[in-house]
Structure formats: C-alpha cells, structure tokens
C-alpha cells in the first residue's frame, strides 16, 4: 500500500510538472505586433448604422489624413528608404528616432499619433526582408509609395497611398475599404 502511495505521488508530480511545462510552452511564443493587430481585427465586430452615422465625419477627417504620410524625424542614425508598393521596395540602415507629422495609413491600427518613436533597423530589398521587428517599425502598408531618409540626426518621410484615396473616396458612402473607420 505504501509502495502505491509513493507511486501515485511520483505519478502525480510528473504529471503536474509536464502540463504546466505544456501551458507555458504554449503561453510564451514570440509575438510581434502585426499578430497583436490581426488578432483583435479578427475579434471585432461590425459597426450599426448609428455608430457608422455618428462616427461620419471624424472619419472621413482621418481618411483624408491617411492618403498622406509627411514626417520629420529627430533621433540618431542613417537610412535610406524606396517604396513602389511591397515588391518595388528598398531600405538600408538604422535609426531610433521621435517623429511628427502625418503618419500615413493608419491600418492595422485604428488610430496613429502625429508625434510618436520610430526605429527601424536592417536591410531591405523586394520581398527580402532582413529588417529587425520593432513595437516601434513605421507599418508601411503593401501599396505605399513612400521615400525617406534619415541623416544623422534629421530625417523625413514623404509618401502616399493610392489605396487609401479609394478608401477615402468610397468612406463618402458609408462603404469602408480598409476597415480602419473607429
């Protein structure tokens, strides 16, 4: 009886110890903010007609503002940056940096400050990215025409997005191409 005892104990212990080790496992996985932004874009539901009615013109201000990305960077570090949409894409060097000014397409997120933190980091051309994943990386959007440079201490972003114009335009009739509307 006791020799059971002992071994139901050992039994329970191993047990135990390998499901916690599971949940754990399980429970730390790398998660960079991109999976943060689709996962709470899966969880959301759609809009009523009053929210959408109410909500009008502050987003169609906030649609206008995404067709534009126009920042000044202030921080250290050298880059340099291309975009014709996603595959017609280049970029070269690091910076850490304080932006403000229009921030550009606001999707995956709602709602983007005009002053925030930028770093970006790495090398970048076409489809291969060997650019470090920061909480802080600018999301330029697959469309987005954009050219940048940060040198030394001063840098600028200047782009657009022909996307965002549809959205902007097809917003006028409750219709919301991006699903960026609050």
């Known amino acids: 009886m006791k020799n059971r005892m002992r071994y139901l104990k050992w039994m329970l212990m191993i047990v135990m110890i390998f499901s916690s080790y599971r949940a754990y496992a399980h429970e730390s996985e790398y998660v960079t903010p991109r999976h943060v932004a689709e996962?709470?874009?899966?969880e959301e539901p759609k809009p009523s007609w009053g929210h959408r009615?109410?909500?009008?013109v502050p987003n169609r201000v906030l649609d206008v503002t995404d067709i534009v990305r126009c920042?000044?960077?202030v921080g250290k570090g050298w880059a340099a940056t291309f975009r014709m949409s996603e595959p017609i894409s280049s970029f070269a060097g690091s910076y850490k940096t304080h932006y403000f000014g229009l921030p550009g397409?606001?999707?995956p997120k709602r709602v983007k400050g005009f002053y925030g933190r930028e770093e970006y980091k790495g090398l970048q051309f076409s489809l291969?990215?060997?650019t470090d994943e920061s909480w802080y990386e600018p999301e330029y959007t697959a469309s987005e025409f954009v050219l940048g440079a940060q040198l030394g201490y001063v840098g600028a972003d200047l782009?657009?997005?022909?996307v965002e114009i549809l959205d902007g335009?097809?917003?006028?009739f409750f219709y919301d191409l991006k699903g960026d509307d609050l």
Not at 39 to 42: E, H
Not at 53 to 56: D, G
């Open 39 to 42: 996962k709470k874009k899966k």
């Open 71 to 73: 920042r000044i960077r």
């Open 159 to 162: 782009g657009t997005d022909p």
């Open 53 to 56: 009615i109410l909500w009008y």
């Open 105 to 107: 397409p606001r999707y």
């Open 169 to 172: 335009v097809l917003g006028f």
């Open 128 to 130: 291969a990215d060997a």
